[in-house]
């Protein structure tokens, strides 16, 4: 009998494993514009990823396939970060000394442009702080699902997967 994946067992992908198992735009892609990352390792009967996407970017090998991302091909519009159920997909943009993470927050509050944000790691650890960059609400998005970009240290890149609101 196979063994069970670490990031099944423990309920998160790694930084290691999302390079192992995915793999990362180059940091010339990452530079150029927004990128989207499927964080999706698992084969499930799903697809509304690759349906949505404007330009045929995502790649699946058939429906219950882990998709993949051409990402010379992607034009980074962040459809797939909205519609995705299992909230996986990712938009990660180097800009100077910071990178703008684009992440799916489906807890309340929904934060404002500009708003001042905790930054939380893979695991749900406070990792620091970073701002509001653009943000897409429930009732535009394609998912049902509020989008958030939110600007962090360029180390944090590949850590911050989601955020929390904190308000006096
Ligand atoms: S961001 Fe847009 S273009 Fe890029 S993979 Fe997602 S849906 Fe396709
Ligand atoms: S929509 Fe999300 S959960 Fe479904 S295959 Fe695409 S990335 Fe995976």
Known sequence: MSEIPRYLREGYLSVEELKRYIGLPSEERLRQRPVAVPECPQEIPCTPCAEICPTNAILMEHPNATPKV????????????????????????????????????EILPVPNVGEEVVLLNRVGEEVGKGKVVTVVPREKSRGDTPIVTVEVPLELAWDVRAIKVVRE
């Open 70 to 105: 051409d990402y010379e091909k992607c034009i980074g519009c962040s459809l797939c970060v909205q519609i995705c159920p299992g909230l996986a997909f990712f938009m990660i943009h180097y800009v100077g000394d910071k990178a703008r993470v684009t992440l799916p927050h």
